[in-house]
């Protein structure tokens, strides 16, 4: 299992307010479903999107 989320909360938002307004979640929905999401219990690779590095080659050494 991946678990893919960015950590820096104003990052987010930003990247949350800059969507085509069309069918895309607001702020205030995305803090909702955050609130009502239950983590995954056991393992899983859990990638950081607000970390500059690139994730794939972790990602790709994880599911090997």
Known sequence: MIE???GDEAEHRR???AR???DQATWAQTLRRRAEYE???G???VVDTAV???PLPGILAYLR
Do not use: Q, S
Request: glycine fraction near 0%.
């Open 4 to 6: 893919v989320h960015c």
């Open 15 to 17: 990247r949350v307010e």
């Open 20 to 22: 085509p307004p069309d």
């Open 39 to 41: 983590p995954l219990i």
């Open 43 to 45: 393992p899983r690779l």
């Open 52 to 54: 500059a590095t690139d």
